[in-house]
């Protein structure tokens, strides 16, 4: 039998314990990642006792009352705290989401929070993103009409057109998606993944942008769409309620038919 052996610093270590002293008897343990590259050190999980009588209902809540009142050096992303940014994407529970909308009371027992899985980690809970912000980029996420002028007119677009747009132009590119997705988790540096694809959908069906062909083309690859074998993780996993499977399979149907 094939036997795999990890290298020894990739093993998360128990890390340290971070108690109450305010004697509330609402006190929650909250298990969080952490990893610091100035430190030669083994990743660990430090536990803390929050104390949910003076925090706000959300998991990104209990983040920043550890980091105002207990530990100054956790890291996370976060800015807008409604759900628009999609900077506080990470691992609740088991469960990618932002932390900003997850109500920690719907969880019971204790909290474990990770980065978003299978990505490198910058430090703690921030996940670097920066491999899906390059397949970002490729597929040329702005509006590409040349003939219709549209530096100088406004752009008409039916209410039938704009509706196709629906489903779409609101993902946040929190990235919950794409590293929920096995086929990103092996291949992510070919795959484009399902937060990227969906993304080019959006601009490939917008009825004011000219260049529809080329961007098929760009997307026309063995490994960058047809990456993705319908597991439909992503779809379970998007916080907005999304549907990138759905996208991706209507740009497999438009190759095939085009
Ligand atoms: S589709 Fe959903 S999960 Fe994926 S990036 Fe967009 S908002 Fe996030
Ligand atoms: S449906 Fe495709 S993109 Fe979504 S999780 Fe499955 S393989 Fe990944
Ligand atoms: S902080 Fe902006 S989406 Fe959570």
């Known amino acids: 039998m094939v036997q795999f052996n990890l290298p020894a610093n990739s093993k998360v270590l128990k890390g340290n314990y971070f108690k109450s002293t305010t004697g509330s008897k609402n006190i929650k343990k909250i298990n969080i990642y952490r990893w610091d590259p100035s430190k030669n050190e083994n990743p660990k999980i430090d536990t803390f006792e929050v104390d949910l009588e003076s925090c706000g209902n959300k998991v990104l809540d209990i983040l920043n009352k550890i980091k105002n009142e207990i530990d100054s050096t956790l890291t996370y992303r976060r800015s807008c705290a409604h759900g628009v940014c999609g900077s506080c994407a990470m691992n609740v529970d088991g469960i990618n989401t932002l932390s900003c909308m997850k109500s920690h009371k719907e969880i019971n027992g204790d909290i474990n929070i990770y980065p978003l899985p299978h990505l490198k980690v910058i430090k703690d809970l921030v996940a670097d993103l920066s491999t899906l912000y390059r397949q970002y980029e490729s597929i040329q996420p702005w509006l590409k009409a040349h003939e219709q002028k549209s530096k100088t007119t406004e752009i008409n677009q039916s209410k039938e057109n704009r509706k196709k747009l629906d489903g779409l132009y609101e993902c946040i590119m929190c990235a919950c998606c794409s590293t929920s997705c096995p086929s990103y988790w092996w291949n992510g540096e070919k795959y484009l993944g399902p937060a990227v694809l969906l993304q080019a959908y959006r601009w490939i069906i917008d009825s004011r942008d000219e260049e529809r062909k080329e961007r098929l083309k760009i997307i026309s690859d063995k490994l960058k769409l047809?990456?993705?074998?319908?597991?439909?993780?992503?779809?379970?996993?998007?916080?907005?309620?999304?549907?990138p499977a759905k996208a991706i399979s209507s740009l497999k149907k438009m190759l095939a038919t085009n």
């Open 226 to 243: 047809f990456g993705c074998h319908t597991i439909m993780n992503c779809t379970n996993s998007c916080p907005k309620g999304l549907n």
